[in-house]
Each structure stands twice: as C-alpha cells, then as structure tokens.
Nanobody
C-alpha cells in the first residue's frame, strides 16, 4: 500500500519561506516520478512542480525562480522549497507519485494530475499580506 504524507505547511507573511515534505512509504519500485499540486478555494487543482525519475524538473510559470522541487531517494522523501511567498500561493498543497519516467518533464512540461496514481492528503499553506 503506497502512502504519501505531506508536512511542513503553515502560515507565513508575504516574502516568507516554507519547505514542504512528502514522505513516501510502501513504494516497491526503484524509480518514480513525483509532483506537487495545489488547490486554492474555489479554484481547480493546478500543477506546481514535477521531478522526473531521471532527475529533470519542471515548474509552473507562476512559481519559477521562487520554488524548488527536490527528491531524496535514500529517504523516500520529496521536498518543495518555497521562497518569496505571495498571497496567491495560498492553497492546499498535495504531492503525487507515479512509477517510472514521464519523459516530458525534461522538456519543461508539467505532467497532468491524471498521470499520477498516488496522492497525499495535502497540507495547507497560507500567505498573508
């Protein structure tokens, strides 16, 4: 049973930083791709960042230069370092995982949420002005 558990959310002021973590357990594959998504109240879920099994990364235009996605395979943990946070970053952030390589992340393409089979429950991020 694959489980993804996010942590690290919280409330910060504009310009602040947070680091989200996503611990993966029960995953039997040796390589997998992962991503971060967010959903603000009244809005559709959107992709934020992805890291492919081959190590390549991609980001939404709205977070480029401010967010960094990384993965520690020895700890089975995904991270999202978020700097220079803005009120519009306020949302529930969820991590997702899928076996293997998408093959498109290296071209700067964010995989759609439908391409992931495993999801965490989410962690809330609130940025006040």
């Amino acid at each position: 049973q694959v489980q993804l558990v996010e942590s690290g959310g919280g409330s910060v002021q504009t310009g602040g930083s947070l680091r989200l973590s996503c611990a993966v357990s029960g995953y039997t594959y040796t390589s997998y791709s992962m991503g971060w998504f967010r959903q603000a109240p009244g809005k559709q879920r959107e992709g934020v960042a992805a890291i492919d099994a081959d190590g390549s990364t991609s980001y939404a235009d709205s977070v480029k230069g401010r967010f960094t996605i990384s993965k520690d395979n020895t700890k089975n943990t995904l991270y999202l370092q978020m700097n220079s946070l803005k009120p519009e970053d306020t949302a529930t952030y969820s991590c997702a995982a899928e076996h293997g390589s998408f093959g498109t992340v290296k071209d700067g393409i964010l995989p759609d949420e439908s391409e992931y089979n495993y999801w965490g429950q989410g962690t809330q991020v609130s940025v006040s002005s």
